[in-house]
């Protein structure tokens, strides 16, 4: 939908009717403020990507300001204070995204995206071209189907593709390939996705340091000097945390439990109560009341 607001001369949104999944778009806009608007500082609970198409603005993060212009992408990461204003002369015509990932900022921190180093940069015009038609994909997803769900997936897989670009864009600034990382840490990333796939099933450590091919006692060293947590802890954390994601449905609690690899609710119960300090009742409760 395309209008007009007080403060921009242009100003096109689409929202995703049905968020929801590991990675989801919650809105994606388009506009051309009018100058000196000004945003912040204030923060955000989730991942916010403007490319800045032509004009020019300036965008502050973690006490640093950064002039941009056309070609130029600022990332805003969740939790992280920030303010950015359209140049008083020639302000800037953006398009941004919003992302929701179930582990916030994390896939940022992948991309080399930190509040210390929030924008990437993109010289070339045909580049720009090809983001900024990614950017219109995703809100063109969103035309309120009776389908939703479909809308959601779609915006997703072409998030992806979006954020595949500007990885790209910004690969001098990646963390280390996994060819330099010692053959520890890499154990230890290898077991921790391992959990992260299988944390529903019925999970030992030693068919985990089989399958993975360490001695169990070796392993469960490694993870704990990595992560601080044991293997087993780790593994309850993750069950425990998509459990929180599940109780956003209507799926019972014992569904839930059996679901992320807990065959005892009570216990199930237990364990998430440990960790957020409320039963899941009660913590499904709470969201219900907003």
Known sequence: MMSISPDHTLLTIGTNPSPG???TVLFSGE???VPRHKIGPLSREYVLI???LHGKGVFECAGKLHHLQAGDTFVIL??????YEADAHNPWHYIWLALLDQEPGMMMADMGI????PIIHCANPNQLTELTMLYRHIRQCFKQSNQPWLEDLESSGWARLLLHQLAMLNKEFLPPSTQDIPDIEK????AERW????YHQQLSIDHMAKTLGYHRAHLSKMFKQFTGLSPMQYLIKVRIEKARQLLKTSITIHEIASSVGFNDALYFSKQFRKRYGMTPSEYRSKLEKG
């Open 114 to 117: 930190t509040p210390t180093h």
């Open 21 to 23: 999944g590991e990675l």
């Open 195 to 198: 959990i992260s796939t299988h």
């Open 78 to 83: 969740p939790g992280v204070t920030f303010s």
């Open 50 to 52: 403007h490319t800045v």
């Open 31 to 33: 506009g051309t403020p």
């Open 187 to 190: 154990g230890v990333r290898e």
